[in-house]
């Protein structure tokens, strides 16, 4: 086990710049010697790219990618909140568009990129984003952050590829970055601690207008 | 260090790093996906197990057999743990419902198994072959109709002041009204979960809670393990709102079927089992009644409240905030508790004033329209500067006026149309609804170990949880300010249960206590350097800019520390003066909504919150607990609700899709406004708490609001459009 | 979740044979739905064909003066499509108003009109359920209804469907082609494409084991307003408790679609022939042998009221 000193979450490890290490370890094999294991033809040897770096992984094919970047990748940044599209905590790019991984196999993504939080930025190099959320408050537990700010990077890219939304005037003219817009295609992403108001500032300020 | 007489001058007033606007120090964590929820604990070493829960499928009753031969032949499977097996364990003491352990099923999803495989697939596959045989027993589930079989709580609960009835039956205007809330769930984002690793009798439980110390005893208690052979650790807790003071299923799961794997197990329990396994915030059925003379001036006050909970467990306290909020010589308060065999009913954010104030809140409302009197002016006229039932106790502090006169002025409250039902924009009525927003502060010891070290660095130890509430960021400013270094100098260290033993999260009492209990170890470590640097007192010592100064004698603080590392440990406990003093917290909720004159949609325009609640030790995570607070009870107010099948006795809309919760569309910009006091009477912090006071009010603020709108007076939350479409104006 | 094998079919003919062959078999496109569903082992398919790789993600003109959306379409694509904003706004708009920006990215055109009920009974394995475990009774009859259906139901299920895409699909008269195993071809109007529940509310739709949908067909645009008017509790990310599709010509006459409010979507030609008459007289046809719970009663009223906003904003 992690030796318990390990684990203390301190204000020298959030200045050390240096101090964070990832870990990733190789995936884990299906093949468990002491137990039964799930049959050969129920796994599916998969490679995507993950934040620029390729990857392969054999997976039982129930494997979601979420749960394959957590469980087998170990990047938690990317949260499991419902697991069932309902709350959007997982929220992830598979080739730049914000999908939910928790309703994706990861065996779908043969050749695929995917970008998670960990790609975006970090502690020491904050992506706009991520800095703009640390500016404004714009989260308070951090268990939707991640998918917040995956999702809002992806979403004002959506607007600048003209894809309208539920709160789009008119159609045929192009998308605008408003805060009734910010406000309607985030609410895919639940915030229960309710940070919605500072979410939506944060957001405005990345994508250059006032709020 | 003993908080029994007012604070006076002390360095926290400097207010050089305490209240000021300094971003959370954990947020370039939270931001990157580096800060570690208790799921995601990895040691590279360590070859995880995966447990997955089985609940059950019924509300009441018993266990007959339970058969998981196909669960243990599935694949992947090392272990299946279940309650027949375990037999019955001790219940911690502050469950009211058993979390796992012998026949009896005293709720729907209680968990009854956890499979424990190689990978979370083989888990959760497996977990569908436990096949369990039941008796079913009848159970009461519908509160309106056990309302006439509810008794009186242990210990009453029931007050007053003068004589109700008769000041009730000789007021000249009078209201007497039933208001309902309902079942709401903390639906927080982080799901329940814990690693249990054993090693020999000592056990290792990552999980997710808000109390630290009160998890590692009632975990220890239903194993029947010594305490001090449990270490807990929450550094990161993904929201709790309540559902995480008090030790859930997971970590007994994971402590039992790592115990029988033989090795580290990993639980979290699923979204959709959430909401009839753990707890929730009980409905209420409550009568209000007021007497006032035609002067505006309240005579008479009544609140009765029933709810409903499990044998051995407690009332939702609704009629509290009632005893104090308003003057009136003539008082009644009751509570009434019927048995529900629900899931456990117990703290969600502001317990007792949540739903006392959805109702109450209306009724003034209601009150000052029966007496022509603007809302906001009907609430002044009933100020009380006095424990009501106690004249002779004073609240500590109370400016409950400002709080709404400064609302009311920067809201534009006096562009309210008087009448109800008269403002249309369009297609939306639109109206303005004020109320007032009450909670107590309490008051918990709480401790703190600081460490000064060669290298400059104070270090604060303690077992606080930050669930969001900012604790890492306001602990490291206490810490600051204390002993005069940059707050870049102070590492915080929280959620372990080695630390010491703070308040904890809940009650809106962990900001200020723990951060109290912060304040006392560095009273202690300053009185330490002031003895290694021959100073005679510490108490007239200035630390600041990294020296110490007394007169003209300056001394670098880090000579204290040249040898050796300094260590210093204290604990904050209260003493009378919550007794003495009524501490409360006060604000007012301003909402302007819109109701779409077709289908009575209800739509959030504009939303202020002014709040007094002490010192404001950062106003941006302040800000953040009552805009949090505030949407949250915008929920309450429009769409949560856990709707009870009163035939099979569970919450029917079990997940997030179902049990709707805001979003951001239904959320505009929201402002907050903190009224510049302090409280001396609270700690030596003269904080108290926001993160509570911003959800009491809300909702019948938004109620107020919807019938200035539309005429139309719904008190059954949540106001959903069903309630408001036979009554909305003809559309052609 | 049960264990699967998975497949990557090259051809369509392929998929549609890999399915054919095997009653455990399922197309799997976005697995938005699916997956939900195979997690609470509501479905509990033995094997899972991908079709997200057989090229059927273009929208193309037809002779016709129409589109052909192909299956894979991402709902967000055929959203946010030039020539499906221009000409067919309804469309458009009922996409926007459903789920999220991320689950529209993955959603195709096909698998939102497969997507089954939201039903809260369907969705915990531990309630009897008729559409989930035949004859085993409905809990929400006497149950929670207020989401669910009031017309089109029957006693066994009164399930509504969670489209909103689909109402769309019907107000425009679109017609679903699809591939059997054989090869053979077929093309069905999406106004046959559900079925009511019946005594067999389990058998949600006409297509038989291993028929997989190809395309959408939209016949040449509709013209007038094109209105999509969505009712709900939250202002976004929820289901329709009711929502209005209309198509209204300038002389008032038009057609109308309504979701929410039964197990398909809902269209009635003669509510389409008295919208020149009114919501009121519209309303009155598309509600005909209504059959709400004390729960669900109140989407009768709102039906017409919401239907009669819709009609003044086509007039205005």
Redesign the interface.
């Known amino acids: ?2 030796s ?1 000193g390990a ?9 050390a710049a240096s101090a ?1 290490t990832v ?1 990733v ?1 190789s995936a ?1 094999s ?1 093949s ?1 010697a002491q ?5 050969e ?2 796994s ?1 040897k998969v490679t995507f790219k993950v934040n620029g770096e390729s990857r392969e992984l054999r997976l ?5 990618l979420l ?1 394959a970047l ?2 087998h990748l ?16 997982c ?1 992830v790019l598979i080739d730049g ?4 991984a ?4 990861a ?2 993504h ?1 050749g695929d990129s995917i970008t ?3 790609g ?5 190099n ?1 992506h706009p984003m ?2 703009a ?3 404004h ?1 714009g ?8 998918g917040q ?1 995956c ?1 809002s990077v ?2 004002l890219e ?1 607007i600048r ?8 005037r008119d ?2 003219a192009p998308a605008e970055i408003t ?1 009734d817009e ?19 500032e944060a957001i405005t300020e990345v994508a250059g207008r006032k ?1 | 260090m003993r908080f029994d007489t007012p604070a006076t001058t002390n360095p926290i007033d400097q207010g050089k790093v305490v209240g000021k606007p300094i971003h959370r120090i954990d947020g370039p964590l939270k931001t990157t996906g580096k800060a570690v929820y208790a799921y995601e604990w990895h040691d590279r070493n360590t070859r995880y197990a995966y447990g997955y829960v089985v609940g059950s499928a019924i509300a009441k009753g018993r266990i007959r057999s339970m058969d998981t031969a196909a669960a243990k032949k599935a694949p992947g499977v090392i272990a299946v743990v279940t309650t027949e097996a375990v037999g019955e364990l001790k219940k911690g003491k502050y469950n009211t419902a058993k979390l796992f352990g012998g026949m009896e099923i005293q709720h729907y999803h209680q968990a009854i198994a956890v499979v424990v495989a190689e990978t979370f697939e083989e888990a959760r596959a497996a977990a569908a072959l436990v096949k369990v045989d039941y008796t079913e027993e009848k159970g009461a589930f519908d509160l309106a109709a056990a309302k006439d079989s509810a008794v009186e709580p242990e210990g009453g609960g029931a007050s007053g002041a003068g004589d109700f009835d008769a000041g009730f039956e000789a007021a000249p205007v009078k209201l007497d009204q039933i208001y309902t809330t309902p079942d709401q769930s903390h639906a927080m984002m982080e799901p329940h979960a814990s690693i249990a690793a054993w090693n020999g009798d000592d056990l290792t439980v990552w999980t997710s809670s808000q109390m630290i110390d009160w998890w590692r005893t009632d975990l220890a208690t239903t194993l029947g393990i010594d305490k001090e052979k449990v270490h807990t650790m929450s550094p990161f807790v993904g929201g709790g709102f309540g559902v995480k003071l008090f030790l859930r299923a997971d970590a007994v799961l994971a402590a039992l079927s790592a115990r029988e794997a033989g090795r580290p197990v990993k639980v979290a329990l699923p979204r959709p089992f959430l909401m009839n396994n753990t707890t929730h915030r009980p409905a209420t059925i409550q009568r209000i009644r007021i007497g006032a003379g035609r002067d505006g001036k309240i005579t008479a006050i009544g609140h009765e409240s029933w709810s409903g909970d499990l044998p051995g467990g407690g009332p939702e306290v609704a009629v509290q905030q009632t005893r104090l909020l308003y003057a009136g010589e003539n008082r009644m308060t009751a509570m009434r508790l019927a048995t529900l065999d629900l899931p456990e009913g117990n703290a969600m954010r502001a317990p007792g004033e949540a739903p006392g104030m959805m109702a109450l809140e209306i009724a003034i409302d209601e009150m000052a329209e029966k007496l022509g009197l603007d809302p906001v002016e009907f609430r002044i006229i009933n100020d009380t500067q006095v424990d009501p039932e106690n004249p002779e106790r004073p609240f500590s502090h109370r400016n409950l006026i400002g709080c709404l006169r400064t609302g009311a002025e920067r809201f534009g409250w006096r562009e309210r149309s008087k009448k109800a039902g008269a403002r249309r924009e369009g297609d939306w009525l639109v109206g303005m609804g004020v109320a007032a927003a009450f909670r107590n502060n309490l008051v918990l010891p709480s401790a703190a170990r600081i460490r000064l070290d060669r290298e400059g660095i104070v270090t604060v130890e303690t077992d606080m949880t930050d669930i969001g509430t900012g604790s890492y960021t306001i602990i490291a400013q206490t810490a600051a300010e204390m002993l005069g270094v940059p707050i870049e100098k102070v590492a915080v260290s929280l959620g372990d249960s080695r630390f010491p033993v703070s308040s904890g999260s809940g009650g809106q009492f962990g900001g200020n206590c723990s951060t109290a209990g912060v304040y006392a170890a560095c009273v202690k470590l300053r009185e330490a350097v002031a003895q290694k640097l021959s100073f005679n007192s510490a108490e007239d010592l200035i630390f600041a800019e990294s020296e110490v100064r007394s007169g003209d004698r300056r001394m670098p603080l880090a000579q204290a520390v040249a040898d050796e590392a300094l260590v210093a440990e204290d604990r904050i406990e209260f003493g009378d003066l919550t007794k003495t003093h009524q501490q409360s917290t006060f604000g007012a909720h301003f909402v302007e909504v819109g109701v779409d004159v077709a289908t009575g949609e209800t739509r959030i325009r504009r939303m202020l919150a002014v709040c007094a609640a002490g010192r404001i030790l950062n106003p941006i995570t302040a800000r953040s607990q009552v805009i949090g607070a505030m949407t949250m009870g915008v929920g309450g107010a429009l769409s949560e609700e856990l709707v009870v099948d009163k035939e099979r006795g569970f919450f029917v809309n079990h997940d997030l899709a179902a049990y709707e919760v805001p979003v951001h569309a239904d959320i505009p910009h929201q402002d907050v406004v903190f009224l510049d006091e302090t409280d001396p009477m609270s700690s030596p912090m003269k904080a108290k708490g926001v993160a509570e006071l911003g959800i009491c009010g809300v909702a019948a603020a938004v109620a107020n609001a919807i019938y200035n709108a539309t005429a139309i007076r719904v008190r059954n939350y949540p106001i959903t459009l069903d309630k408001l479409i036979k009554e909305l104006p003809e559309i052609s | 979740m049960r264990a699967f094998s998975y497949e990557r079919p090259a051809s369509i003919e392929a998929a549609a044979q890999a399915a054919a062959g095997m009653d455990g078999a399922k197309f799997i496109a976005g697995g938005t739905n699916l997956l939900d569903l195979m997690k609470l082992e509501i479905e509990r398919p033995t094997h899972l064909i991908d079709v997200n790789r057989l090229g059927l993600d273009r929208i193309e003109a037809t002779p016709e003066g129409g589109l052909r959306i192909g299956a894979l379409v991402r709902n967000t694509d055929l959203a946010a499509d030039e020539r499906v904003r221009r000409d067919y706004a309804l469309l458009s708009r009922a996409l926007l108003a459903g789920a999220s920006g991320q689950l529209r990215n993955r959603a195709t055109t096909a698998g939102n009109l497969l997507q089954r009920t939201r039903c809260p009974y369907f969705y915990d394995t531990n309630q009897p359920c008729n559409k989930r475990l035949p004859g085993s009774g409905c809990s929400a009859l006497a149950g929670f209804s207020r989401p669910l259906a009031v017309v089109g139901v029957s006693d066994a299920c009164i399930a509504s469907h969670p489209s909103d895409m689909a109402v769309a699909m019907r107000a425009l008269d679109a017609v679903v082609e699809t591939v059997r195993a054989d090869g053979t071809t077929r093309s069905i109007p999406i106004a046959d494409l559900h079925r009511l529940p019946g005594d067999t509310p389990h058998i949600e739709h006409v297509l038989e084991q291993g028929e997989l949908i190809t395309a959408v067909i939209l016949p040449k645009p509709a013209g007038g307003k094109q209105i999509y008017r969505k009712v709900r509790d939250r202002a976004s990310y929820a289901f329709a408790l009711v929502a209005v599709g209309a198509v209204v010509q300038p002389d008032g006459t038009g057609r109308v679609a309504i979701g929410g409010i039964a197990p398909k979507p809902w269209r009635k030609e003669a509510a389409d022939a008295e919208l020149p008459n009114g919501a009121k007289a519209a309303a009155a046809k598309l509600l005909e042998g209504a059959r709400p719970t004390d729960d669900n009663a109140f989407k009768l009223t709102l039906v017409e009221r919401a239907l009669s906003a819709v009609l003044s904003e086509a007039r205005g």
Do not use: W
Not at chain 1, 9 to 14: A, G, H, M, Q, V
Not at chain 1, 102 to 105: A, I, P
Not at chain 1, 161 to 168: D, G, K, M, Y
């Open positions: 086990m992690q318990p684990i203390e979450i301190s204000r020298r490890d959030l200045l964070a870990t370890v884990h299906l468990h137990t039964k294991a799930t049959t033809s129920q599916t039982d094919n129930r494997t979601s749960d957590r469980e170990h990047l938690t940044g990317t949260k499991k909140g419902c697991d069932h599209g309902q709350c959007g905590a929220t568009r914000r999908a939910n928790c309703l994706t196999l065996v779908m043969e998670t939080l960990e975006l930025g970090q502690p020491e904050l991520q800095a959320f640390v500016k408050d989260f308070q537990c951090g268990y939707c952050t991640p700010i999702s992806a979403m959506e590829a003209n894809i309208p939304s539920h709160v789009t159609l045929t805060s910010i406000r309607e295609r985030m609410s895919g992403n639940i915030c229960r601690c309710g940070a919605y108001s500072n979410i939506v709020a």
